[in-house]
Each structure stands twice: as structure tokens, then as C-alpha cells.
């Protein structure tokens, strides 16, 4: 009997071990374990991920198994993210792919990272018509790509120095706020004024961003109030983070209009861990009702790192004939086309 395409799909690129299984267009299982570790030191450390990552993986893989109701010997393919990401977490994943697949004697494939989180947007529906524009943000990226079809992705800009997420995360941090600060901004946005502070920011060349400045700026901002008031950031902390995250989500706008203009192109989606925010969320739709945008929103847990996303790119890499060797690396570092 012919077994059905099933994917067991591993995602190990930073700090959260995660496992899924696809089957006939299907996400069968999503199974993520989170590092709280980190929050002890206000970010990820490598080595403390990795390890935490050798711990998990077997209950993770496990479990999605289990919520599948399929064993290790029903499985066709085995994938995995190849990067970009911590080398030491993606070690982790691709051996643990790779002893599994030569173990069962089945196909292996790796997936790029950020390829699987525009690809998310196919797991259910709505799902956006080609050619469409993703706006890719997370701790790691910030790009605007061009999605011609899944084998077919073009940046059309990206940040030249740090993304989004870090700009998220570093900012809660000069807040005192704890890891990830990044949803912690967006939970006390929701009760603040995004006017009540301005602050500059960094208009750079076509399509291309820059957060660097804004850390900076907000940087000497808070020496400049608290040494006026040691109490302003306790006194003014939903207003600080609205005026923050409306500061940062308007630069991501800026461009991403523009790119709208420039292609022509009225399908527009968000994708990776900061497509989470709230603000992001809610000017992605009221922007597209002001421009007649078709919009897209991944489910809130396809957001963030997960599996299903690289079992879904997967699918694509099979269909493609796209396989990996015995001999594939984890790479932290990897692109695609630019346009």
C-alpha cells in the first residue's frame, strides 16, 4: 500500500523547539516548547538554546506524533529548517532530521526560515492570489518581498542594520520590561496615547529600512526625562510604548505603500514573529480598507517560530522535487532572491 505524502517538519532556529506533521494538505499537529531560560539574561543565548533544544526535541517530536495518531514508520519525508538562525540550534534540528530520515530510509528537505513564514499564509484560508507583497518582520529580518509564487520570492527591500523585533525588544529592555519585551510594548500600547512622544526616525533610499536610529533616539530620550523625573517611566508607561510601537509600525508603512505603488500590487500580508502585534494587525486592515488592499494575517500561532510553517514550505519543496542530501548543513545565513 502507497503511503500518503506525510511530513514531519522540525523547526530549531532560535529559541522555541517545535514539531508538526502535514498529511494531504493538512496540518495535522503543531507543537511548540518554549525557552524561558532567557528571560534570566534580556535575550537569547546561543548555548543555552542549543541545549535547551537537545532536551526538547525528542518530547516535541513525540508529542506531535502522538496528536497526529501516526507513528515514526507512517511518516514519507522528514524537514527542517536549514537556516538562517543560531548555528548551534539549527545543528541541533538538522541532525535530529537527518538521523530520522536515514534511520527510516525516506527523503529529506531543508527549508529557508523566512521562505516558511511567507508560506504560512497557505496553511488556511484566506489564503492571498499571486503575485502578492509580504512584509516579513521578527527579531532576526524586516523585508518587504515580492511573492511571484512559492518557488518564486524577490526582496524588494529589507532593513540595512537591525529588524524590527530588536528594535521591540531592545526598547521594552531600556524600559525595564522583561524577555521578550517585544508583546510586553504591544500590552501596554493598547492602554496609551501613540502621540503623547515623538520620536525621529531614519528615512533611507527606495525601499530599504533602518531601526538603528530609533534605539538611539529613544535611548536619549529616556536619559533626558528621567533625569528630569526619575518616576517618568513608571508615570508614563502605557504612553511611552504606544508611542514607541505607533513610531515603528508607521515606518514599516511608509514602505510598504510605496512598494503597493511601485508593483502595483494590492495583495498584501505580514508575516514572522512581529506579525503578532496588535498594532501591525490593526493598521494592516485599516490601511487596506483605505487603499483597497486585499489583506492577510497569518493565525496568531503561525506567527511566531513553529513547525507547520516549514511542513507547509515543505510541501512545496516536494512538489518542486527540491530534496536534501545526507550531506545538507545548517546554514545561519541564507537568502533568496533580490530583486
Not at 90 to 118: D, E, N, R, T
Not at 177 to 195: E, F, H, W
Not at 327 to 339: E, K, L, P, W
Request: charged fraction near 15%; aromatic fraction near 8%.
Amino acid at each position: 500500500m502507497t503511503l500518503p505524502l506525510t511530513i514531519l517538519a522540525i523547526e530549531s532556529s532560535c529559541d522555541d523547539t517545535s514539531a508538526a506533521v502535514w498529511q494531504a494538505g493538512k496540518i495535522l499537529s503543531n507543537v511548540v516548547a518554549n525557552q524561558s531560560v532567557h528571560t534570566l539574561y534580556g535575550g537569547v543565548v546561543p548555548e543555552l538554546a542549543s541545549r535547551a533544544h537537545q532536551k526538547n526535541i525528542i518530547p516535541v517530536v513525540s508529542q506531535a506524533l502522538a496528536q497526529a495518531r501516526i507513528t515514526v514508520h507512517d511518516l514519507t519525508v522528514v524537514a527542517f529548517t536549514q537556516g538562517p538562525g543560531l548555528l548551534g540550534s539549527l545543528l541541533v534540528g538538522v541532525s535530529f532530521a537527518k538521523g530520522l530520515a536515514l534511520g527510516l530510509g525516506i527523503p529529506l528537505i531543508g527549508v529557508h526560515h523566512m521562505k516558511a513564514h511567507i508560506l504560512a499564509h497557505f496553511i488556511d484560508e484566506p489564503k492571498p492570489a499571486f503575485p502578492f507583497l509580504c512584509l516579513t518582520v521578527s527579531g532576526g529580518h524586516t523585508q518587504i518581498v515580492q511573492v511571484n509564487s512559492p518557488q518564486d520570492m524577490r526582496i524588494l527591500g529589507e532593513t540595512q542594520d537591525d529588524a524590527v523585533g530588536e528594535a521591540f525588544d531592545k526598547t521594552a529592555k531600556l524600559l525595564g520590561l522583561s524577555y521578550p519585551g517585544g508583546p510586553l510594548i504591544d500590552k501596554y500600547a493598547q492602554q496609551g496615547n501613540p502621540r503623547a512622544f515623538k520620536f525621529p526616525t531614519v528615512e533611507m533610499p527606495a525601499l530599504h529600512y533602518s531601526f538603528s536610529g530609533i534605539k538611539t533616539s529613544f535611548l536619549n530620550f529616556l536619559k533626558k526625562q528621567t533625569a528630569q523625573n526619575p518616576n517618568f517611566v513608571e508615570q508614563n508607561l502605557p504612553d511611552i510604548c504606544a508611542s514607541v510601537q505607533y513610531t515603528l509600525v508607521d515606518i514599516l508603512f511608509r514602505k510598504l505603500k510605496r512598494a503597493s505603488q511601485e508593483t502595483n500590487i494590492c495583495e498584501i500580508a505580514i508575516a514572522g514573529g512581529v506579525s503578532a502585534n496588535s498594532g501591525l494587525r490593526t493598521r494592516l486592515r485599516e490601511e487596506g480598507e483605505k487603499l483597497g488592499w486585499n489583506t492577510y494575517i497569518p493565525d496568531f500561532q503561525y506567527c511566531t517560530d513553529n513547525a507547520a510553517m516549514i511542513a507547509i514550505a515543505a510541501s512545496y519543496e516536494y512538489e518542486a522535487g527540491n530534496l536534501a542530501s545526507q550531506s545538507a548543513q545548517a546554514q545561519a545565513r541564507m537568502t533568496f532572491a533580490v530583486s
